[in-house]
């Protein structure tokens, strides 16, 4: 290092301990898993962390979304999917929780979330540049081979799906999951609060210096300047599933990436629906199946499941209808704003 270069590393260390004594927080935002994801440090043990490894904790938390994005890509996911009727495939502890989980969802909520979409999001093809509207019949297809698909455990290390064909999506888990495991590396590294938002799924961790509570935007669905509402959490994960995220147009048709397993097509029982878990997984979980339950079905589920919710849609004049739970309504810091009011 040179004399100069030493000079400008103490200098940036100097600053960086001032910075922590005043705990400001810190925030980087990068582009990952096809959207922007934001972490805000708002607090962290200097003892444990001290001065720059703060830069350090960020990126390794940055570095761990990178390669849960790369999830559909995983080799054991793959097999599996490709070796699908004929043969186990080899799978990693990691991959199995995540597919339990996913698979206790599809169950508490009646098949509304379901990870083995596989063939029809891949015939649809949303948020690829091969986005297509499959014939009725293609879509029958896709239907009947998910109705009978199987994910088996065969031992610790080795799992298959059933038939030729299956696949699972995990596409509906994968950013919350993210999320929740930059959580648990930012934890680890001594950061004691911080925010992880990507693209409408975030989770929050630790108590501000302040002692504030977090205040969470959700966002309008069909102002996407605007926010719908404003709510305020100590801890945990939100997760909003909108129409708007993504979608192709053809014929004058709009086709976005949710889908209503018992139709094939994407849901039109929502326009957005907004789920609060403990863990992003969950809420990113939670909120599809909500948005494809549609606002009163929902949030029946979801009072009963003890999840604060609400899902809005638009009836035919245009004008937006939202349920919500009690739980949720508590969480609401700013009732005023809402439009409907
Ligand atoms: P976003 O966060 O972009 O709104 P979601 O979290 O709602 O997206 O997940 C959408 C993705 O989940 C789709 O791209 C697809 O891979 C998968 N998916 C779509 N419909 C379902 C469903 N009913 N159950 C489970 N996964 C789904
Ligand atoms: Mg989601």
């Keep these: 290092m040179t004399c100069r270069n030493r000079i400008a590393a103490a200098l940036a260390a100097l600053l960086f301990v001032a910075a922590g004594c005043s705990r400001v927080p810190v925030s980087e935002t990068r582009t990952l898993m096809g959207t922007q994801v934001t972490i805000t440090v708002q607090d962290y043990d200097n003892d444990k962390l001290d ?16 390669r849960i994005e790369d999830l559909a890509r995983w080799d054991e996911l793959k097999k599996l999917n490709a070796w699908a009727g004929y043969q186990a495939a080899p799978i990693g502890e990691e991959l199995i929780g995540l597919i ?65 064909g299956a696949s699972l999506d995990l596409g509906g888990v994968a950013k919350g999951y993210a999320v929740d495991r930059a959580c648990f590396v930012l934890d680890d590294l001594g950061v004691t609060a911080a925010m992880v938002e990507a693209g409408g799924d975030l989770r929050v961790f630790g108590r501000k210096p302040s002692r504030e509570p977090w205040r969470i935007a959700v966002r309008h669905p069909r102002e996407l300047d605007r926010f719908y509402t404003i709510i305020e959490l100590h801890e945990g994960a939100v997760a909003t599933s909108g129409d708007y995220e993504r979608y192709f147009e053809v014929d004058g048709g709009r086709y976005h990436h949710i889908f209503d397993p018992e139709t094939g097509y994407p849901s039109r029982a929502s326009i957005s629906a907004t789920a609060i878990a403990e863990t992003c997984a969950g809420a990113d979980a939670y909120a599809t199946a909500f948005f494809v339950l549609g606002p009163d079905a929902a949030v029946r589920l979801a009072g009963g499941l003890e999840l604060p919710a609400l899902v809005i849609d638009e009836n035919d004049d245009g004008e937006l209808v939202s349920r919500q739970t009690s739980s949720f309504a508590r969480l609401r810091a700013d009732e005023r704003l809402d439009p409907e009011r």
């Design 100 to 164: 339990d989980r996913a698979y206790q969802i599809a169950e508490n909520t009646g098949g509304a979330f379901r990870p083995d979409l596989g063939p029809l999001t891949n015939l649809w093809g949303i948020g690829t540049d091969e986005a297509r509207l499959p014939a009725y019949w293609e879509i029958e297809e896709a239907l009947d081979l998910i109705s009978q698909t199987v994910f088996t455990i065969e031992d610790s290390v080795y799992a298959r799906l059933d038939p030729d």
């Design 51 to 66: 001065g720059g490894q703060l830069p350090a904790a960020m990126d390794s938390a940055f570095v761990e979304i990178a």
